[in-house]
């Protein structure tokens, strides 16, 4: 991968978007089942990433995505911090190890980031976490699935976490209750996949 890489100022700030537009969307599903700060926290990880834009657009895709995932682990408050920063961190990292091209490497780098994303929550699928937009998202990923069937999964993947009984984080500990309510961390992850699929898309019809 060389180094200048033009796209990802532009990509950074659709993210931001993004997360600014929802992100009183976010405190209140966060309300309803955490600490109510998950816009806030998130909305501030994306503004620190976006101030260090155009370093990032210099460097190569690898290090710059383990450069956001390290700005990520200590803007963002709480537990979604550590997860995101993981995931770009582990990305960068299984790009970097890569000679054919990202291309080639993206489906099993994608893969084996979410499963350290696993690791570091101690959790898996099905425990309503951001998890459970990351393994659809990884599995069309893997099926080389359009950017639209992509990002339309992740939107559907957020929705299914209506349904589920929280099994990690402070929801857990509500039991029951917490069915009936969106998990925040797997709406930021559907929107900055929504985000991110609509971008590239843009770029490709450019």
């Known amino acids: 991968m060389e180094a200048g890489q033009s796209f990802l100022p532009g990509l950074i700030e659709a993210c931001r978007a993004a997360i600014a537009l929802n992100a009183d969307r976010l405190c209140l599903l966060d309300e309803e089942i955490g600490d109510g700060d998950h816009g806030t926290n998130m909305r501030r990880g994306c503004d620190a990433v976006f101030a260090e834009r155009d370093m990032l657009a210099d460097l190569p895709l690898p290090q710059a995505l383990e450069r956001i995932g390290m700005t990520l682990v200590t803007s963002v408050g709480g537990a979604s911090g550590p997860l995101y920063g993981t995931l770009l961190m582990e990305l960068g ?27 570091r929550g101690r959790s898996t699928a099905g425990e309503k976490t951001l998890l459970d937009v990351l393994y659809p998202v990884q599995a069309e990923v893997s099926m080389h699935s359009t950017l639209d069937g992509i990002r339309s999964e992740a939107l559907a993947a957020a929705e299914r976490t209506v349904a589920m009984k929280a099994g990690r984080g402070r929801a857990a500990f509500l039991g029951n209750r917490s069915i009936g309510h969106m998990d925040p961390g797997a709406c930021s992850c559907a929107l900055l996949t929504d985000a991110i699929c609509r971008y590239l898309g843009e770029l490709e019809g450019a």
């Open 93 to 119: 990292r299984g790009l970097a190890t890569d000679e054919l091209g990202a291309g080639h490497s993206f489906p099993p780098a994608l893969s084996r980031a979410v499963d350290a994303v696993a690791r």
